[in-house]
């Protein structure tokens, strides 16, 4: 509903208010006075007024095309005005008291259509009273005739009064009007420009706190929300009941033992919350103030959790190299003396007894020098590793040459331990170091079937996900807890009672080096996954 029709409305509302109130004045005057024929020609006024006001409900419901017409409001106006002129005729004509009603008119007129419409009525009430005046002047028509008062035909002189009083008053209240319309329409226009750009800054920052990647809360000051934007309901929890405490839910999430209100004070307070899922949290509180006083809280949210996966995966590169620039000393001082016992261990015993005592201690020095001398080779290949040999190769063939060899493995080649493998169909190719790529499948394939105590499975597949080539190994072994995840690709971290701990620090090394990435995945009782993704598409660096 525009403008215009909202006014039409309007003003046939405000006409049938007016019409019952004359009614209702007639109808007390009458039971006050008791004078019948004194207020019946009002009665025909008024009926006539609901009439014509029922005409143009019925063309606003019948003719919709209208009901916005700038016509239809001037024919209400005009109709109104020659009711006004019909009523100051009955009740004295240039006497009348309710000749007010026109100034009434064109002020409605000037309100509902600005500055054409007050004077557009200014002229009609002219015309009408104008006409009015010589009626009665020129004794054409008397309202004694009609109705029961005293009357006396108006002077030349009080008629020529009466005539430029109206008409300079209707061109007064129609110029009056004019320019309060035209300011209030330049008001309207301010008004809605500031509307619309209060909308759009409005608009602006819902999208702004929609769109921020922190999370944003706002409470009154028991720590009832009254706003929170997506990411924090995200971060707090999806299904958050309606009407919820951010004191509450923090003292669940923080596992706080004190109300969270005892703890705020005048400065900001910092949580560090590590939530389920290994995901970690930290949250802002401060107050939301008005001025000097505080009206609630404002909570920031913001999800660390990979921001705490960078900072584990720098501190254990930290430690890696730490170890490494002790590998070159660890190497020097074990290898050549490591050396000369296992050489001499050997030659000792081939001149012992075979069978006796010193022959089985020197064949056990011969086997723990042979056992410390692969580890040191272990950790001498992880700390200095063979330069890359890159070259393009087809995933598949590297992943089946080392699963033929892992088949071979007395518990796989008995049964104990059965082997799944899922490969594409069709060729899955990447730079890669070939001889590296075996070694880490290798390396996981071992630590898959020490994870078996009994009987399980391991499963190899190779997939594609967007720019990497992926080979995952999983078990249905032991698995392992989600505090020893990030720990296990540490050096010496030993999770069998064989070997050094070294595996899966080499294939975390393989992978950097290779720009891809080491993720595992485990769940205690149930197994373990590690996928190794390969870039399918190296960069220039």
Same mark, same amino acid.
């Given at each position: 509903?525009?403008?215009?029709?909202?006014?039409?409305?309007?003003?046939?509302?405000?006409?049938?208010?007016?019409?019952?109130?004359?009614?209702?004045?007639?109808? &007390?005057?009458?039971?006050?006075?008791?004078?019948?024929? %004194?207020?019946?020609?009002?009665?025909? #006024?008024?009926?006539?007024?609901?009439?014509?006001?029922?005409?143009?409900?019925?063309?606003?419901?019948?003719?919709?095309?209208?009901?916005?017409?700038?016509?239809?409001?001037?024919?209400?106006?005009?109709?109104?005005?020659?009711?006004?002129?019909?009523?100051?005729?009955? %009740?004295?004509?240039?006497?009348?008291?309710?000749?007010?009603?026109?100034?009434?008119?064109?002020?409605?007129?000037?309100?509902?259509?600005?500055?054409?419409?007050?004077?557009?009525?200014?002229?009609?009430?002219?015309?009408?009273?104008?006409?009015?005046?010589?009626?009665?002047?020129?004794?054409?028509?008397?309202?004694?005739?009609?109705?029961?008062?005293?009357?006396?035909?108006?002077?030349?002189?009080?008629?020529?009064?009466?005539?430029?009083?109206?008409?300079?008053?209707?061109?007064?209240?129609?110029?009056?009007?004019?320019?309060?319309?035209?300011?209030?329409?330049?008001?309207?226009?301010?008004?809605?420009?500031?509307?619309?750009?209060?909308?759009?800054?409005?608009?602006?920052?819902?999208?702004?706190?929609?769109?921020?990647?922190?999370?944003?809360? %706002?409470?009154? &000051?028991?720590?009832?929300?009254?706003?929170?934007?997506?990411?924090?309901?995200?971060?707090?929890?999806?299904?958050?009941?309606? =009407?919820?405490?951010l004191f509450r839910r923090l003292e669940h999430l923080a596992q706080l033992e004190a109300p969270l209100e005892r703890q705020l004070g005048a400065e900001p307070r910092e949580f560090h919350l590590d939530l389920p899922e290994?995901?970690?949290?930290?949250?802002?509180?401060?107050?939301?103030?008005?001025?000097?006083?505080?009206? =609630?809280?404002?909570?920031?949210?913001?999800?660390?959790?990979?921001?705490? /996966?960078?900072?584990?995966?720098?501190?254990? /590169?930290?430690?890696?190299?730490?170890?490494?620039?002790?590998?070159?000393?660890?190497?020097?001082?074990?290898?050549?003396?490591?050396?000369?016992?296992?050489?001499?261990?050997?030659?000792?015993?081939?001149?012992?007894?075979?069978?006796?005592?010193?022959?089985?201690?020197?064949?056990?020095?011969?086997?723990?020098? =042979?056992?410390?001398?692969?580890?040191?080779?272990?950790?001498? /290949?992880?700390?200095?590793?063979?330069?890359?040999?890159?070259?393009?190769?087809?995933?598949?063939?590297?992943?089946?040459?080392? #699963?033929?060899?892992?088949?071979?493995?007395?518990?796989?080649?008995?049964?104990?331990?059965?082997?799944?493998?899922?490969?594409?169909?069709?060729?899955? @190719?990447?730079?890669?170091?070939?001889?590296?790529?075996?070694?880490?499948?290798?390396?996981?394939?071992?630590?898959?079937?020490?994870?078996?105590?009994?009987?399980?499975?391991?499963?190899?597949? #190779?997939?594609?996900?967007?720019?990497?080539?992926?080979?995952?190994? &999983?078990? %249905?072994?032991?698995?392992?807890?989600?505090?020893?995840?990030?720990?296990?690709?540490?050096?010496?971290?030993?999770?069998?009672?064989?070997?050094?701990?070294?595996?899966?620090?080499?294939?975390?090394?393989?992978? @950097?080096?290779?720009?891809?990435?080491? @993720?595992?995945?485990?769940?205690? =009782?149930?197994?373990?996954?590690?996928?190794?993704?390969?870039?399918?598409?190296?960069?220039?660096?």
């Open positions: 509903m525009d403008r215009l029709e909202k006014q039409a409305v309007r003003l046939m509302v405000f006409r049938m208010v007016i019409a019952l109130t004359f009614f209702l004045s007639a109808l &007390g005057i009458q039971t006050t006075v008791g004078a019948v024929l %004194t207020v019946q020609p009002f009665y025909y #006024l008024i009926a006539l007024v609901l009439a014509v006001n029922l005409a143009y409900t019925m063309v606003y419901w019948r003719l919709p095309t209208v009901r916005g017409l700038p016509a239809f409001l001037y024919v209400q106006l005009w109709g109104d005005a020659a009711a006004v002129t019909f009523l100051s005729f009955l %009740t004295g004509g240039l006497n009348s008291i309710f000749t007010f009603l026109y100034h009434i008119l064109i002020v409605v007129a000037g309100v509902l259509l600005r500055r054409r419409g007050a004077f557009t009525l200014a002229a009609a009430s002219a015309l009408l009273y104008g006409t009015l005046c010589l009626v009665q002047f020129y004794g054409w028509l008397t309202p004694d005739r009609f109705v029961a008062i005293p009357y006396d035909p108006p002077s030349h002189g009080a008629t020529l009064y009466g005539l430029m009083t109206h008409l300079l008053g209707f061109l007064l209240v129609a110029a009056l009007i004019s320019a309060m319309a035209s300011r209030l329409e330049s008001t309207d226009a301010t008004l809605g420009m500031v509307q619309k750009d209060l909308y759009l800054l409005r608009h602006l920052n819902d999208q702004i706190v929609s769109s921020i990647a922190g999370g944003l809360v %706002t409470t009154a &000051g028991g720590g009832e929300v009254t706003f929170a934007n997506p990411t924090a309901r995200r971060l707090l929890g999806e299904t958050l009941p309606e =009407g919820w405490n290994d995901r970690h949290l930290h949250v802002t509180l401060s107050g939301l103030l008005d001025g000097e006083r505080r009206v =609630g809280y404002l909570a920031l949210l913001r999800d660390e959790t990979e921001m705490a /996966r960078l900072r584990s995966h720098l501190a254990l /590169r930290e430690r890696l190299a730490a170890i490494g620039e002790m590998a070159a000393n660890i190497a020097h001082e074990i290898k050549n003396p490591l050396g000369s016992i296992s050489g001499a261990a050997q030659m000792l015993r081939r001149s012992s007894e075979p069978g006796s005592r010193e022959n089985e201690l020197l064949g056990i020095i011969q086997n723990e020098s =042979g056992r410390l001398s692969q580890t040191l080779d272990n950790f001498l /290949r992880y700390v200095k590793p063979a330069p890359l040999k890159l070259r393009r190769v087809d995933l598949r063939d590297v992943a089946q040459e080392v #699963l033929t060899l892992f088949a071979g493995d007395p518990a796989v080649g008995d049964g104990l331990v059965a082997l799944e493998r899922n490969f594409p169909s069709a060729p899955l @190719e990447a730079e890669v170091d070939p001889d590296q790529v075996r070694q880490a499948a290798w390396n996981l394939l071992q630590n898959a079937r020490k994870a078996i105590p009994g009987r399980g499975t391991v499963r190899v597949s #190779l997939s594609v996900r967007g720019p990497y080539a992926i080979l995952q190994v &999983g078990d %249905t072994g032991v698995g392992m807890p989600k505090s020893e995840i990030q720990k296990c690709f540490e050096p010496f971290r030993r999770g069998f009672s064989s070997g050094a701990g070294l595996g899966l620090s080499v294939v975390y090394r393989i992978m @950097e080096r290779h720009g891809g990435r080491v @993720e595992l995945d485990s769940e205690f =009782g149930h197994g373990t996954t590690c996928s190794l993704y390969f870039p399918l598409e190296r960069g220039d660096g």
